[in-house]
């Protein structure tokens, strides 16, 4: 592997040599400073979770990054993120990298995104002892319901497609949408069918609403939206782990299927 990762590094070097700016990409800095700054919320399971009895994180996503940061010969630095402020982190230059988001058209007029390795589909989460009242998206689309989300995520922006008629609840982290729902407040939220499977595990009074997935999302880390070196070199590596079966254990590690 390390053979593989310098040989990208090697190609990725000799191409931007031709082209100017070359210093200034994020690839030439992480390797000068020794360290990875990767931007991650710590809310998202399993693919980010921060234990806030240790400050650590872990899952899907951790893994993915100290992966590449070992590739690279580097150290990984996790820089605390909110949902709302994630994009603004990579403009900001607060980090490198930030671990999963979903790809938008909005998030991408001003952020790059690499390669993607996951795709998920959107569903909603009702009380269980409601799910005979809440049996389909449509039913959830009324006046009389009020929708939360999380301030800043995708499922934010989706929510006013799919439930044009409902009240939308936007809840600012560290809160979840999921505990309005919770604590009566809500009668519903939407989030990726594979967080929604670890909820309704973790916390039994949930149920997902049986009438399929919806909105088949990308996942892919955000980076510099103008560092085509940074992009490329990230979006190479992605490829080549994929190739070689890492994202295949991971995904048998967190019990995930990526649709």
């Known amino acids: 592997m390390k053979k593989i990762i310098a040989a990208i590094f090697i190609s ?5 040599s031709l082209a ?3 210093s200034n990409s994020k690839l030439a800095s992480i390797k000068k400073s020794g360290e990875l700054r990767v931007g991650t919320t710590g809310d998202w399971d399993p693919m980010s979770m921060k234990d806030p009895a240790t400050n650590k994180y872990k899952g899907f996503d951790i893994d993915v990054m100290r992966e590449l940061a070992k590739d690279l010969g580097v150290k990984v630095k996790f820089v605390p993120a909110e949902w709302k402020t994630i994009v603004a982190g990579i403009t900001a230059d607060r980090y490198d990298i930030s671990t999963s988001v979903t790809k938008t058209p909005k998030r991408a007029e001003v952020a ?3 390669t993607t390795y996951y795709k ?5 989460l009702v009380l269980k002892k409601n799910l005979k009242k809440y049996s ?3 039913s959830l689309n009324n006046n009389n319901v009020t929708i939360a989300t999380t301030l800043g995520t995708s499922q934010e922006e989706k929510a006013k497609e799919f439930f044009p008629k409902s009240k939308l609840k936007s809840i ?3 809160a979840r949408d999921f505990q309005e729902v919770l604590a009566g407040r809500a009668d519903g939220n ?4 594979t967080e929604a499977n670890k909820l309704v595990i973790k916390y039994p009074q949930l149920a997902i609403v049986p009438d399929g997935e919806k909105n088949p999302a990308f996942l892919a880390m955000m980076v510099p939206k103008n560092d085509k070196i940074w992009n490329e070199f990230v979006s190479n590596w992605i490829e080549k782990k994929k190739s070689s079966g890492f994202f295949k254990s991971l995904l048998a590690k967190y019990n995930l299927k990526s649709l």
């Open 136 to 138: 389909t998206w449509d």
């Open 190 to 193: 939407i989030t990726s069918s």
């Open 120 to 124: 998920y589909g959107t569903v909603p």
């Open 112 to 114: 790059g995104f690499t």
């Open 20 to 22: 100017d700016g070359h």
């Open 12 to 16: 990725l070097i000799a191409s931007a």
């Open 172 to 174: 600012e982290a560290p």
